[in-house]
Every structure is written in structure tokens, then in C-alpha cells.
């Protein structure tokens, strides 16, 4: 049986195997042992962690502090309101939850959940896993 640990972090995630009973982190395809826990929605294609920082796209559609929303219904509530200033990315609140919108006021604006943001990194994370070990379909 193989045993892998991911850290969701805030602001970096990282995915590690246990060997010769030992915790051994994984590198990303970058040769970096911690990804920053960011996606980028590009036009055609989701990218997550340092490729995502350079992808050539809105900075609004570049999402980073998904945990920082998740469970939050109200945008007014969170112990950071005073920070949403900073951010270059456009947030909202819709059926009751607090999210991330992309491509704000144009006719192809989208409304994406912090938790669907998580899963894209966990899912990433989740890919070196199984490219390291070989191993195809490994259940989280």
C-alpha cells in the first residue's frame, strides 16, 4: 500500500509519498517541491500553481486565498474584509455563498465556488502523485 499526504496551504500546497517509511515530497513537473496555491482561468485552458502565475490572461482571473472563502456567506463577515481591497481578483456573494467572478460584466462572465478553486489544486496535487508513483486513479 502506498500512502501520499497533500498540505492545502493557503498560500503554498504540497503533495508528499511516505518511503522507506519516510515522508518524500514530490516535485511538481517545474522541479519545485511546493506549488503556489493558485489557478489561473486562461481562455482555453486552467492552469494551477507557477504556471498559472505566468499565464498570459485578466489578472482578475488569476485566483489565489480560496481558503480564505470557503464557508462564508456573506463577503461583509470575513475576519478580512479589509484586505478584499487588495485583491486583483473580483469577488461576490450568490446563493448564499461567497465566490470568485471571472470575467466580470462581460458576456462571459462565471461565477467559481473557493471550493471548486481548492479541488483544482488538490486535483493538480493529485496528478504529480500519480505521475511519481506511477500509479493511475489513486482514491483521496
Avoid at 519516510?22 to 496555491?37: E, L, M, N, R, V
Avoid at 489565489?64 to 456573506?74: F, H, V
Avoid at 467572478?101 to 481548492?118: A, I, T
Amino acid at each position: 500500500m502506498v500512502s501520499i499526504g497533500i498540505d492545502l496551504g493557503t498560500t503554498y500546497s504540497c503533495v508528499a509519498v511516505i518511503e522507506n517509511d519516510k515522508p518524500t515530497a514530490i516535485q511538481s513537473d517545474d522541479g519545485k517541491y511546493i506549488i503556489p496555491s493558485v489557478v489561473a482561468f486562461c481562455d482555453d485552458e486552467i492552469l494551477v500553481g507557477n504556471p498559472a502565475l505566468e499565464c498570459n490572461t485578466e489578472l482578475s482571473n488569476i485566483l489565489y486565498d480560496s481558503k480564505r472563502l470557503i464557508g462564508w456567506p456573506i463577503l461583509n463577515d470575513l475576519p478580512i474584509a479589509d484586505d478584499r481591497q487588495l485583491w486583483p481578483f473580483n469577488v461576490d456573494t450568490r446563493n448564499n455563498s461567497a465566490g470568485y467572478v471571472l470575467n466580470k460584466g462581460k458576456s462571459n462572465e462565471k461565477f467559481v465556488l473557493p471550493e471548486e478553486v481548492s479541488a483544482k489544486i488538490l486535483k493538480s496535487l493529485k496528478d504529480q502523485a500519480e505521475a511519481r508513483l506511477g500509479y493511475h486513479n489513486i482514491e483521496l
